[in-house]
C-alpha cells in the first residue's frame, strides 16, 4: 500500500533461485514476481512444481522432481540466514529443500511516490496513524522510520490484522483502514471505513468502502477532506431549510398580523420554499469545486 508494489531482488545466497522461481511461477503475489523476474534475467530454465499451496503469510510449498521445497519468511521456515539484510529494511525469503534450508533470497521494494507526504498530511489532520504488516520487524520499523509513523505491528498474518483492527475499536477509536492487496481483506471489512487502493486485487476492493480509481495514496487525503467537507454541508443544509421554515412558520400563522398588520402571503410562502431548495441544492454545488 505504502510502496511501490514492484520489488526487485538484491541478493541471493546459495544455488536456490532456480528452485524458488519455479515455486514462485505459480502465483501473483509481488515477491514472487521479483523472483521469477531476476529467473528471467539470468534466463534460468523453470522446472515443474507438483502438489502446489498456498501458506497465507508465510509462504509457498510444493514438489520438484520428487523434493519439498518450501519458499517463505521466518514462520515458515526457521534460521538465521539473511539476518543482515533484514537490517537494511529488505525482505528476506528463505529457501528449504526436504526440510533442510539451501538458501535465502532479499528483495527491496521503494515506497510510492509522495507516501511521506500523504503521511504527514494525515497527521497535520489529527489522524493516529499505524502500519500494520505482514512484513518482517525490521522491514517495517525501516519504512516507517523513512515515513515517520511510529506505531507498528509487523509480522501480522492476514487473519491477525482483522483482531488488530478489533482491538483499536475495542478502545473506542473509529478507524480507517487502507490496503491493496487478498491479505487486507479482512481487515478493510472489519473497519469502520475500508479504503481500496485502485490497482488492488478485486477481493480487497470488494470489502472495501471506498475504492480509489487511482493507485495514489495522496488520494487517502483527498477522500477524508471530501467526507468532511459534506458532512459540513450536510450540517449547514439542514440550517438553511429549517431557517426558512423557523421564520416563515409564525408569520404565516399570524404572528405578528395583531400587531402589524403583517401576514405571509401564499405567493411569498412558495417563494420561501423555492429559496430554501435552491439555496440547499446551490450548497450542495460547491463540493464541485473541491480538487
Not at 214 to 237: G, H, M, P
Not at 240 to 266: C, D, E, H, K, S
Amino acid at each position: 500500500t505504502l510502496t511501490k508494489g514492484e520489488p526487485e531482488v538484491t541478493d541471493v545466497k546459495g544455488d536456490v533461485l532456480q528452485l524458488a522461481a519455479s515455486l514462485a511461477k505459480n502465483t501473483t503475489h509481488p515477491l514472487d514476481l521479483a523472483i521469477v523476474n531476476e529467473a528471467k534475467k539470468r534466463k534460468i530454465t523453470l522446472l515443474n512444481v507438483q502438489d502446489f499451496e498456498a501458506i497465507p503469510g508465510k509462504g509457498i510449498r510444493g514438489k520438484i522432481e520428487g523434493k519439498e521445497i518450501l519458499l517463505g519468511n521466518r514462520r515458515l521456515i526457521e534460521s538465521n540466514l539473511g539476518k543482515e539484510w533484514e537490517e537494511e529494511g529488505k525482505t528476506v525469503m528463505l529457501v528449504s529443500v526436504n526440510g533442510e534450508v539451501k538458501g535465502a533470497i532479499a528483495v527491496a521494494d521503494t515506497l510510492k511516490d509522495y507516501s511521506k507526504e500523504a503521511i504527514e498530511t494525515l497527521k497535520k489532520m489529527g489522524l493516529e496513524i499505524w502500519m500494520i504488516t505482514g512484513d518482517n520487524q525490521k522491514t517495517a520499523q525501516a519504512i516507517g522510520r523513512e515515513l515517520g509513523i511510529e506505531k507498528i505491528l509487523a509480522e501480522v498474518l492476514p487473519q491477525d490484522k482483522e483482531k488488530e483492527i478489533r482491538k483499536l475499536q475495542a478502545e473506542g477509536k473509529v478507524v480507517g483502514a487502507v490496503g491493496d492487496g487478498i491479505n487486507d481483506a479482512p481487515m478493510l471489512a472489519a473497519s469502520d471505513i475500508g479504503i481500496a487502493m485502485g490497482a488492488g486485487t478485486d477481493v480487497a476492493k470488494e470489502t472495501g468502502g471506498i475504492i480509489l480509481v487511482k493507485d495514489d495514496i495522496r488520494d487517502v487525503v483527498k477522500a477524508i477532506e471530501l467526507s468532511r467537507k459534506t458532512f459540513s454541508k450536510i450540517k449547514q443544509n439542514l440550517f438553511l431549510a429549517f431557517i426558512y421554515n423557523v421564520l416563515a412558520i409564525p408569520i404565516a400563522a399570524g404572528l405578528f398580523y395583531y400587531q402589524l398588520g403583517f401576514l405571509l402571503r401564499p405567493e411569498i410562502a412558495a417563494l420561501a420554499m423555492i429559496l430554501s431548495d435552491i439555496s440547499v441544492v446551490g450548497n450542495s454545488l460547491l463540493l464541485r469545486r473541491l480538487k
